[in-house]
């Protein structure tokens, strides 16, 4: 079968491209990354009159020149790719902002079709559009659409399918003469022969540092085509870049002002209308807090919600897996069922995140469809701008949890779509610095131990902190290791408002899902299986072993003792008996939690009637003297087994890698007041942030018999040991500032495609967060600070920084006064 033809389509940002291409393709589509880049690769196959054509939807950009990734990957995609034909797609509704591109296309030399999408929202806006005229002055088929209606679907179809010939060449008027000249020259040179040859030149006039780039690469010196347009330039008064721009703009508007013609005079454009009150000083801020809000409350909190009714399904396709696995053993489970079950609830913790994903990527494409994203980057970009951010840094902060609730992987997940490459590196490193709701736990714990009069006040300092040390951060980043990263000129572009069709909502939200799923889920296994190895290796020392396995055997005798003459001991005659009975008594409480209603309740007690008949009376509920007997000696065994198996969990994590690791960093985290215990809390909330209160919870442990709180065990015994609110404190803000859990880190690796910056992100925060806490705790110390003092310090410290890095700096603005004096 032959190869298909190549269709691309290129146009700029909201001009419906996306809606063209599912329009053309349907289903049969396939999203993947360009290489070296986080700008989506979209392309679909569709035939038509016999030909099978497939279409590559580029990434939106303003032009073909190399300041942002989507121009540079779109420019890219056109040279190389040497598409069949190039579709332009332009908003009918803005004609003269979207011709500039179309001019640039056409000096590539490609047959090329301009579909005129939008013109409904011309016709809205009192502009009639007239197809013809475009037609005739660019000398390639024009076809009007209303994408989003499928309107003008069939004659793009037929004119795709048809076109065959470039367009007429743009004409820059005093330019022209030595455009002419320059691609003669370049045509006449076989090295570069493969590429359009008035589209070099014109980029050449440009000053593009790309186009002396490729020249060099093949072996041509670009010196003299650089130095005759030097020449050419001392005539030129605002240079010959600016020149040609203008030209182009020029010829943009006369194109626009031909077809299309007002027809009412003082009309308003709606979208005008609206961003009266949208864009109001006053009005502006209070509806992007409201829209913020309300993207956090859907995504975020219902999205929580949600997971707990795919919850449910999560943990019955692990209690499956489960059955498919070895059998646990009555203290240690075989190697193969630990690894899978560690894997599976990895990959669970992952697949959890899903139902937030799928709401807030449906929003997302809502906000960005309607053409208020645009607005939300105009709003705050002036702001954000003076830490080395970007407007679009806004939603990744918010749903990472500016205050607390929210979480890292969508915050950096979202920060996708943000085009200044500088900004967006900042961002996705400063992301995780806000307070996701695992945070919460550790925080709740603490402050309940050491600040129970000052809960609120403490509370707004850590909330309030994570943003002031995020901004610091990234103005530090974007001044050091970022510097040297490629900046986007701010173009702000407000288009039209759309409402957003309901399928092209649906198939972006899934799109974005899936990839996630695909990416993640490739690179978490790998990861999962090192925390484990970290985790559980090298084991349990051998004498210690011993005693469990004397203890387990003890609790095992005393079964057997107490079931003495009950008929029921006949279901247990030996000890691979008795291990069955009580993973099926486990697995049978742990089905029973996940039971919805009382009709699951009874077929699961009818499945063990069924399947195991003779542990019945030890698992179900009894009414005879001798089950009942039966059942209070398998719950007592069941429990001996659960509190024996704890404390080989705690023993294991102290004998671990990650437990020497904590013991060997005390000589480091002394500083900050740190033990081994907290070290390894830390490590392990690696994982999860939720880890850390479940380790510690495992580590300060209770007596059998007990039923004391967290809070009072870890007090007491941290109180005894000398530690007070200070040493509390530092602990905070290390958290506040720790590497991301696993999953952000994992979404790190694939947002920045670097393992290099998903180290640095680790190393970094953990550098900052100890050098902070370490300075803090003996800073207080030396200075008898109480916990509350030193944290009011730490944050009054950093406003300070914030003013000081976002105020004007009025002696720079005197600096560069002219004095009238040559230095």
């Not at 070296?36 to 032009?63: E, F, I, M, N, W």
């Not at 006369?254 to 109001?280: G, K, M």
Request: proline share 6%.
């Amino acid at each position: 079968m032959s190869e298909p033809r190549l269709i691309a389509l290129a146009g700029q940002q909201n001009a419906g491209k996306s809606t063209l291409f599912n329009l053309l393709t349907g289903l049969h589509q396939h999203i993947a990354n360009y290489p070296g880049v986080t700008v989506d690769k979209k392309s679909g196959l569709y035939t038509h009159a016999g030909q099978r054509l497939r279409v590559l939807d580029l990434p939106g950009c303003y032009s073909l020149s190399s300041f942002s990734p989507e121009e540079r990957v779109t420019r890219q995609a056109l040279l190389e790719d040497r598409p069949d034909v190039v579709v332009n797609v332009l908003d009918a509704s803005n004609l003269r902002r979207s011709l500039v591109l179309t001019l640039q296309l056409l000096e590539l030399g490609r047959p090329m079709v301009v579909a005129l999408n939008m013109t409904d929202v011309a016709a809205r806006n009192g502009l009639r559009i007239d197809p013809q005229a475009l037609e005739r002055a660019l000398g390639v088929p024009v076809v009007a659409l209303v994408g989003r209606k499928g309107q003008g679907a069939e004659a793009l179809r037929e004119a795709i399918a048809h076109a065959a010939r470039p367009g007429t060449p743009p004409h820059y008027g005093a330019l022209d003469p030595l455009i002419a000249e320059l691609t003669a020259d370049l045509a006449r040179i076989p090295a570069v022969s493969d590429l359009p040859a008035r589209w070099l030149a014109t980029t050449l006039l440009e000053e593009d540092p790309e186009a002396a780039q490729i020249l060099r690469a093949r072996g041509v010196d670009p010196a003299p085509f650089e130095a005759r347009c030097a020449a050419s330039a001392e005539d030129a008064p605002h240079g010959l870049a600016d020149q040609l721009f203008a030209a182009r703009d020029a010829q943009a508007a006369q194109l626009a002002q031909t077809a299309a013609v007002p027809t009412r005079d003082d009309h308003v454009p709606l979208s005008e209308r609206i961003d009266r009150l949208v864009l109001n000083r006053l009005l502006a801020p209070v509806i992007l807090v409201a829209t913020v809000w309300a993207i956090y409350q859907l995504s975020i909190v219902q999205g929580y919600e949600l997971t707990k009714i795919t919850w449910p399904f999560l943990a019955g396709m692990r209690m499956f897996v489960a059955d498919l696995l070895p059998d646990a053993g009555f203290l240690a489970d075989p190697q193969i069922r630990a690894l899978g079950l560690w894997l599976v609830d990895s990959a669970n913790t992952l697949l959890n995140y899903v139902p937030i994903f799928l709401i807030l990527f449906a929003l997302i494409a809502i906000i960005e469809d309607s053409g208020y994203m645009a607005r939300i980057a105009f709003i705050l970009d002036r702001v954000l701008h003076r830490f080395g951010l970007h407007g679009q840094s806004t939603l990744p902060f918010i749903l990472a949890g500016v205050f607390a609730g929210g979480c890292a992987v969508p915050g950096v997940m979202a920060t996708k779509g943000i085009p200044d490459a500088r900004a967006r590196m900042a961002t996705i490193l400063t992301v995780p610095y806000m307070n996701c709701m695992a945070k919460i736990p550790l925080y709740t714990l603490l402050i309940n131990i050491y600040f129970p009069e000052s809960k609120g006040l403490m509370l707004f300092y850590l909330a309030t902190f994570t943003m002031l040390a995020a901004l610091l951060v990234a103005r530090l980043l974007t001044g050091t290791v970022l510097r040297g990263y490629d900046t986007a000129p701010f173009v702000m572009d407000l288009p039209a408002y759309h409402v957003p069709t309901i399928t092209g909502v649906l198939r972006r939200a899934f799109d974005r899902t899936w990839l996630y799923i695909k990416k993640v889920g490739t690179v978490v296994m790998a990861i999962a299986v090192v925390i484990y190895v970290l985790l559980q290796f090298p084991g349990v020392p051998e004498t210690r072993q011993a005693s469990y396995d004397a203890r387990a055997e003890a609790a095992i005798a005393q079964f057997y003792d107490t079931l003495q003459g009950n008929p029921n001991l006949a279901a247990v005659p030996d000890q691979a008996a008795l291990v069955d009975l009580v993973n099926v008594y486990t697995d049978y409480k742990a089905a029973r939690l996940n039971a919805q209603s009382r009709a699951a309740v009874e077929a699961l007690d009818a499945g063990i009637r069924a399947a195991h008949p003779d542990f019945a009376p030890f698992v179900l509920r009894a009414r005879a003297a001798e089950d009942k007997a039966a059942a209070r000696a398998l719950r007592t065994l069941a429990n001996a087994r659960s509190a024996l198996r704890g404390e080989m969990r705690k023993d294991r994590i102290e004998s671990s890698f990650l437990g020497m690791v904590g013991r060997s960093l005390e000589p480091v985290t002394q500083f900050a007041d740190f033990d081994w215990k907290i070290n390894v809390a830390l490590l392990a909330s690696f994982a999860a942030r939720e880890s850390s209160v479940s380790t510690l919870g495992v580590l300060f442990d209770q007596d059998e018999g007990q039923n004391v709180t967290l809070e009072e065990r870890m007090g007491a015994e941290q109180k005894a040991g000398g530690r007070t609110a200070l040493s509390a404190v530092a602990l905070m803000l290390f958290f506040a500032l720790y590497p991301p859990c696993l999953a952000t880190v994992i979404m790190v690796r694939v947002q920045t495609d670097s393992y290099a910056w998903m180290g640095f992100s680790i190393v970094f925060p953990t550098i900052l967060g100890l050098g902070v806490a370490s300075a803090v705790f003996t800073l207080g110390s030396m200075f008898d600070l109480t916990g509350l003092e030193a944290m009011t310090a730490v944050y009054v410290t950093a406003l300070v920084l914030l003013l000081l890095v976002a105020l004007p700096k009025p002696w720079r603005r005197a600096a560069i006064q002219p004095t009238g004096e040559t230095p």
